[in-house]
């Protein structure tokens, strides 16, 4: 089982530049999020999604874009990096029935 | 807006000691649910522990158990007779039935040391 996949594991980008995380699920999990890890902040949630069409912000989305078109993927955007944007980004996914969110391996994103 | 907060950054104990972690959190909901996450240093992010706060008894896997305090508002975790392997980051999470919505502490640094 694949569970949740994230691409790329690895980036360096340069101030300004875009570039789209990408996070596949093969549960059917209708609840996606990403939450981004820095020392010492713990895991803070950028943007979640409870189904297809529907996102919502979390508690640290500006910077960031998401959609959700399909009920497996929920790439996430940075339109223009910023070095305050360098840090480990993790994709989730939820049954809602549980609660338990399955996490990716995580990417981690250096601007510089 | 819910918050969580774990009020030790780092903690270390001997092996086959008892630890318990601290997780306080801050809800106007009667409904949610809460969980003890930990991520080891290869951070892959493990769930150790799930309590639903309709449920008054306290949730128990193994060597892991927390005492739930609803009116307190206060959700830790104990380890008994630790391990090696129980070294890691651990976070206490907040779940919202309203929203879905999943928030995390900061985390606490376990070391069990041999």
């Known amino acids: 089982n694949a569970g949740v996949t994230q691409t790329p594991k690895f980036q360096v980008l340069k101030t300004g530049q875009s570039m789209t995380l990408q996070c596949a699920q093969d549960?059917?999990?209708?609840?996606m999020s990403w939450y981004r890890q820095d020392p010492g902040m713990g895991l803070r949630l950028i943007h979640y999604?409870?189904?297809?069409?529907?996102?919502d912000q979390g508690e640290v989305p500006n910077g960031y874009n998401v959609s959700r078109s399909t009920t497996e993927d929920f790439p996430l955007r940075l339109l223009s990096a910023a070095p305050s944007q360098t840090s480990v980004y993790f994709c989730?996914?939820?049954?809602?029935?549980?609660?338990?969110?399955?996490f990716g391996e995580g990417s981690r994103l250096t601007v510089l | 807006a819910q918050t969580v907060t774990q009020s030790q950054p780092e903690m270390s104990v001997q092996e086959a000691e008892t630890v318990t972690l601290s997780c306080t959190y801050d809800?106007?909901?009667?409904?949610?649910?809460l969980f003890w996450y930990k991520q080891p240093p290869s951070r892959q992010m493990i769930l150790v522990i799930r309590?639903?706060?309709?449920?008054?008894q306290n949730a128990t896997e193994n060597r892991f158990s927390v005492n739930f305090q609803k009116a307190a508002k206060s959700f830790s975790l104990k380890i008994s007779d630790s391990q090696l392997g129980d070294t890691a980051m651990y976070f206490c999470?907040?779940?919202?039935?309203?929203?879905?919505?999943?928030?995390f502490g900061k985390g606490t640094r376990l070391h069990i040391l041999p």
């Open positions: 989730a996914s939820s049954n809602r029935v549980t609660g338990e969110l399955f």
């Open positions: 549960m059917n999990h209708e609840y």
């Open positions: 999604s409870v189904g297809a069409g529907i996102t």
């Open positions: 809800t106007s909901e009667n409904n949610y649910y």
């Open positions: 309590q639903e706060a309709y449920k008054q």
């Open positions: 999470a907040f779940m919202s039935d309203r929203d879905d919505k999943i928030i």
